[in-house]
């Protein structure tokens, strides 16, 4: 369409553009600059193809927004964002057509005449969508500000205007030679036909053109951000596995652990403040936010977020300025910190992959490590694992001993086993958990395998003390536990524990421990897949619900292989704790060292957890799962509701271990 | 305020300890070893004073093996000023005596002790030290502050405390308290590290460090504990009479 820009009208539309972009990068350079306050990211680099297809899968293809519990207003986003993707390129012919006078390619093909079209109307219909839900629907933990109706509104006045012009523009006979005129706007063509058309025309040709650069100028004042920010924050995504937080490297000569001010954050996690789309998803999925503490993890990111805004530029004028100490943002900042399972609900659901644990993690750090702060029983716990090995302060000479009296070699005794079997400190020395070791011991056994435990040569991995903020802990355990694998040069490692698993897997290799690690129910399942073991049924059928412990699940993606062996067992029915199961499995609580801490405001995570499972149709007889510490806070969640004679917490390997054919091998 | 503490290294209370042939010591290789809990607590409220004012400082000093150091570094890093070892063996008023000696060189206001060591459980030091020096003694207290030219101690008691003056320099033994000692900074455990830790040989205190008054006889450990007994048969009053019964004739202690 011709535009209606001659002569001053294109120069008021080129200070008018201006005045627009000149505005957003006004502001995103203040925003860019108060990002580079932040500390170098030197993991954010590399693995490019991985990046790219990040931005494929996640940004174009908006792959995280499809969640289950999302699915509607997750199409509904899509729409509006392959929309924006399409108009966009229309936005950018209408300034060069009306400043310049020249179009862009292929912008008077039929594809492009339809795109605009087609999305304009999907767009409009998901705006309406949204605006429903915001109104009337609104989701509990949906922060519903003005700024949502604001660009709601701009993006509906887009649209219409865009409809408008290109019917009025049509029924004036603007459409230039040669040009696809619009399929769908063309269908108005009958109602604004008249003497008017023309004046139509260029009345709603420049409120579209006006509201786009308005939207420009607005942006970078807006949660709205997130649709240029998004791009770089998925680019930079971490490479790390899920389950390993970030080493500090050179520990003993650091002076300053953790996140201590703003420039203690790295640019990285500026920038997901700057992305946060304020959705509410991450909170909607914590297990603590729903068990009424004071975390609130959108809060989390939002908080540093807005400090960074506020404290900015003082700290751009100063480099001694240190601002408010991130840890200490708020009086209940602490509080919020320690509430954190670490389980990655948050990290999981957010759609544009910010990473809300290393924040955490990172003013956990500070508090523990700089201001010794960390809660009393969490310090006694990390005391314990200093002093004994491992955080419940039992006799480090005792580890071994739920192994008397069976057919369990230390290391020492069998140098030459293939496996080593680390046991993991809940299964040496809780008693409940000791059944665990037996069961798996009985396990290996009956398979044939070849293993050997370290017995008192074995430490903890060091999970809580991390998770807890105790690097430097962690790092001293890990270098233990690393050396006595050389000693005795261990090469493959079952574990029984998620912990141990995710620690030894994913967080070894960053001091160098390169092993092939399996947890026991992956490799349950390959035994009884190549028929190592045989699994016999008994007469009747148990139904038992499998909870998806978070350090196989979330972590690690291991969600089929412990479901797999459960279908193995030939009288064991089954069933899911609909809906929260996979990877919206809701943790059992004692993740992120919190095993080792009071629990006392709110609902128990852990009561909340045996509520949900009481709550599904099939009654289940047992609930079963693979991780030490989910088995403990299960049996006292159905221990504290009385209902522990109905269904009975267990390890996936108990089940088999009571189901081995005589023999075992097949 | 010049604080002086007098802290033992002892096997650590995690460790599951054993009898060595012979019976009157036991197995020392491969232990872990630890600040004797009540020094602990005495650190810990030498370091409270000290957080609330500044100008005090904390020393701790032990008598012992070479392997102390661990534990003077621990306390180091909890916060204390500086540290010493005397290295050599010494107990009883023997060792009363050598700490005796280097409180004197050191001078402080008031002179800390646990109120008992972990290990031997003597609780006697603290009040044998006061004795070598002729000073004031106040036993068991849970908090501290100074009033100029004296000190004043808080004792619990049942339902309530008692608030002791005494005129310094004084030798006080602390008490578990409800503040738990805290647990070390990185950046305290990285200068403890660094820190020069001051040692000489217990002759070169130039007192008579005989005097050993006591001689273990024999060590035990304690009989291994039997299994319980769950009373499930019968009615609740048939229970309890078969309770009664049990607590009576097998137990004995009704």
Known sequence: ?666 | MKILICLKQVPDSTVRVKVAPGGKDIVTEGMTWAISPYDEYAIELALEVKDGDPTTTVSVVSVGPARARDALRQALAMGCDDASLVVGEASGLGLSRALAKVVMEAKPDVVLCGKQASDDDQGFIGPALAEALSWPHVPFVTKLAGASGAVEAWRETEGGHEVWKASAPVVLTVQKSAKEPRYPSLPGIMKAKKKEIPEREIVSLNVDTSGQTLEIASLEPPPVRGGGKMLKDGDMAAIAADLVRLLREEAKVL
Not at chain 1, 504 to 517: D, F, M, S, T
Request: proline fraction near 5%; aromatic fraction near 8%.
């Open chain 1, 1 to 666: 369409m011709t535009a209606p820009t001659s002569g001053a009208g294109s120069i008021v539309l080129a200070v008018v553009a201006l005045i627009g972009f000149g505005a957003f990068a006004y502001r995103a350079l203040r925003l860019y600059r108060y990002l580079r306050l932040g500390k170098a990211d030197p993991e954010r680099t590399g693995q490019q193809g991985r990046r790219l297809r990040d931005e494929l899968v996640i940004y174009l293809g908006q792959r995280k927004l499809f969640k289950r519990p999302y699915l509607v207003r997750g199409i509904a986003h899509a729409l509006i964002f392959w929309g924006f993707l399409v108009i966009t390129v229309g936005t950018v012919d209408l300034l060069a057509s009306g400043i310049g006078r020249f179009h862009i390619p292929f912008s008077d093909s039929a594809l492009f005449a339809w795109s605009v079209d087609v999305f304009a109307v999907l767009v409009l219909a998901s705006i309406a969508l949204a605006a429903i839900r915001r109104a009337f629907f609104r989701p509990p933990r949906m922060h519903v500000a003005l700024d949502g109706y604001v660009i709601l509104g701009l993006i509906t006045v887009l649209m219409l205007s865009l409809l408008t012009f290109e019917a009025a523009g049509t029924a004036a006979r603007l459409v230039e030679k040669g040009v696809t005129p619009p399929p769908l706007a063309g269908l108005l063509v009958p109602l604004v036909e008249g003497p008017f058309a023309a004046s139509l025309f260029t009345g709603a040709w420049w409120v579209h053109v006006v509201t786009v650069l308005a939207f420009a100028a607005y942006l970078p004042q807006s949660k709205h951000l997130h649709i240029v920010t998004t791009l770089p924050n998925v680019y930079f995504r971490t490479t790390r596995p899920r389950g390993a937080l970030k080493l500090i490297a050179d520990i003993e000569e650091q002076e300053s652990f953790g996140a201590a001010t703003l420039r203690d954050l790295t640019w990285k996690q500026h920038l997901d403040g700057y992305t946060c789309t304020e959705c509410g998803r991450c909170s909607d999925n914590c297990p603590a936010a729903a068990t009424g503490k004071p975390l609130d993890p959108q809060r989390i990111v939002l908080d540093l977020r807005d400090l960074l805004l506020r404290e900015g530029d003082a700290l751009l004028a100063s480099a001694e300025a240190t601002g408010t100490a991130p840890a200490h943002q708020s009086e209940t900042k602490p509080e919020e910190l320690w509430a954190c399972t670490t389980c990655a609900a948050c990290v999981e659901a957010c759609p544009v992959t910010i990473e809300h644990i290393d924040k955490i993690v990172d003013m956990r750090r500070y508090l523990t490590m700089m201001e010794s702060a960390a809660p009393p029983e969490a310090q006694k716990a990390l005391a314990n694992i200093e002093r004994a090995g491992n955080p419940w302060g039992e006799a480090r000479e005792a580890r071994g001993d739920w192994a008397e009296g069976l057919s369990v070699p230390t290391i020492a005794e069998k140098p030459d086993a293939e496996y080593l079997y680390f046991v993991g400190c809940a299964a040496s020395y809780d008693r409940r958990n000791q059944r665990v070791a037996k069961a798996l011991a009985r396990i290996l056994d009956a398979a044939g395998l070849s293993f050997a435990i370290l017995g008192r040569e074995e430490t903890c991995n060091g999970d809580p003390a991390r998770r807890i903020g105790n690097e430097y802990l962690w790092q001293q355990q890990a270098q233990a536990n690393l050396d006595t694998f050389a000693k005795h040069k261990v090469r493959k490692v079952i574990t029984s524990c998620p912990h141990c698993f995710n620690t030894i897997a994913n967080e070894y290799p960053q001091l160098g421990g390169k092993y092939e690690v399996i947890h026991a129910l992956p490799l349950v399942e390959r035994l009884i897949a190549e028929g190592k073991i045989t699994v016999v049924g008994g007469a009747e059928q148990a139904t038992v619900a499998y909870h998806d412990p978070c350090y196989l699940g979330r972590h690690n993606k291991i969600y089929d292989q412990p479901r797999n062996v459960l279908d193995a067992l030939p009288d064991v029915r089954r069933v899911e704790i609909e809906p929260h199961c996979r990877e919206r499995g809701f943790c059992c609580g004692a993740g992120g060292g919190r095993m080792w801490m009071e629990e006392k405001v709110g609902q128990r995570v852990n009561h909340k957890r045996v509520d949900q499972l009481l709550a599904i149709e099939q009654k289940a007889s047992s609930v079963a799962s693979g991780c030490p510490f989910c088995l403990i806070m299960l049996e006292e969640g159905v221990g504290a509701k009385g209902v522990q004679d109905d269904v009975k917490p267990v390890d996936v390997l108990e089940l088999v271990a009571a189901r081995l054919s005589d023999g075992g091998r097949a």
